[in-house]
C-alpha cells in the first residue's frame, strides 16, 4: 500500500509541472481600438526608428510664403488682359525713336481717345478758302509705327489711320522682313484743291482729314512701296490686301488702279458718302 501511496504523490507532482502556466501581461499602450475580431486593435509604438522635430506654426506659415513666391505669376491678369513681361525688348530705331516721344493727352483715353495714337495737340489750324483744322493734332506714332514726318490731321482721320494700322498693317505684313515699323507719308495737311487743279474742289487735305501713303518700311530695312511693289509678287497682294483693308475705315480709298494721280501712293480720307466708303 505504501507503494502505490508513493506513485500517487509522484503523479501529481508531474502532473503540476506539465500544467500550462498563464503568461505575464503585454506592456504595449493601446493607441486605437478600432477594429473588430477581424481587424485587431492598433498598438502604439513608443519611439520612432527615424524620430522627425515637427515644425512649428510659424515655420510652416513661412515655408506656405515661400512656395507662393516662387509660383509662376498667370499671364492673363483679373481684368483679361495680358500680363506684359518686365524683360526690355531690343526694338527697331524707328519704334524707339516714336516711344521716345511722350504725346499729350486730350482725356483719359490717351490722344483722341487714343492709347495707340503718339503725337500731341496742337492749336487750331487755320487757312484761307476754308482750309483749316478745328481739332487738330500733329500724329507722329500709329500702333506702334512711327510716320516718316510728323503729320497735322483731325482726330477722326488719326483714328481712321489708327484702325486701319491695327486690323490691316500689322496683321497683312505679320513677320515678313522682321514686320512693319514705319509708314512713308506722302501727303498730309495742305491748303490745295483736289489733284492740285485751279479752280477745283477742296482736297481733304484742305481739311485735315486726308493722308496719303507710299510705303511700308519693315524692321530689316526693306519696304514696300505702291510705286515699285503694286501688282507684283507677294509685296503686291500685300499691298492689294492693306488698300482693302482700308476701305471702311476710311470715307475715301484710291490706289494705283484709280487714275494716274495716284499711280504711287493711297489716298486715305475720311469723307462721309450717302453710299459708304468710295474705294477706287
Known amino acids: 500500500m505504501k507503494w502505490i501511496a508513493a506513485l500517487v504523490l509522484l503523479t501529481g507532482a508531474a502532473t503540476a509541472e506539465m500544467r500550462p502556466v498563464a503568461r505575464p501581461l503585454s506592456e504595449t499602450v493601446v493607441l486605437s481600438t478600432r477594429g473588430s475580431t477581424e481587424t485587431p486593435a492598433v498598438a502604439a509604438i513608443s519611439d520612432s526608428v527615424r524620430p522627425v522635430v515637427r515644425r512649428t506654426v510659424d515655420e510652416r506659415q513661412a515655408l506656405t510664403i515661400a512656395a507662393i513666391r516662387r509660383a509662376v505669376a498667370p499671364r492673363i491678369d483679373v481684368d483679361g488682359g495680358v500680363v506684359r513681361s518686365t524683360r526690355p525688348a531690343i526694338r527697331p530705331a524707328d519704334l524707339v525713336l516714336a516711344a521716345s516721344r511722350t504725346p499729350r493727352r486730350n482725356g483719359a483715353g490717351g490722344l483722341c481717345g487714343r492709347g495707340s495714337l503718339s503725337g ?59 514686320g512693319a515699323v514705319a509708314l512713308q507719308v506722302a501727303a498730309g495737311y495742305a491748303c490745295r484743291t483736289r489733284n492740285n487743279r485751279p479752280g477745283g ?68 480720307d475720311v469723307a462721309a458718302y450717302r453710299s459708304g466708303s468710295y474705294c477706287r
Request: charged share 25%; glycine share 14%; with cysteine.
Open 120 to 178: 500731341t495737340v496742337i492749336p487750331p489750324v487755320t487757312g484761307r478758302g476754308g482750309c483749316g483744322i478745328a481739332d487738330a493734332v500733329r500724329i507722329t506714332a500709329v500702333g506702334g509705327l512711327s510716320l516718316s514726318r510728323p503729320s497735322r490731321m483731325n482726330c477722326r482721320a488719326a483714328r481712321a489711320l489708327d484702325d486701319w494700322v491695327r486690323d490691316g498693317v500689322v496683321p497683312t505684313i505679320g513677320r515678313t522682313g522682321g
Open 201 to 268: 474742289k477742296l482736297s481733304e487735305h484742305a481739311k485735315g482729314s486726308a493722308i496719303d501713303i507710299s510705303a511700308i518700311a519693315l524692321a530689316d530695312g526693306q519696304r514696300i512701296t505702291v510705286l515699285t511693289d503694286w501688282n507684283r509678287g507677294i509685296k503686291g497682294q500685300m499691298l492689294r490686301t492693306l488698300w482693302r483693308r482700308a476701305c471702311g475705315p476710311f470715307g475715301t480709298v484710291l490706289g494705283p488702279d484709280s487714275d494716274r494721280y495716284h499711280r504711287d501712293h493711297f489716298h486715305f
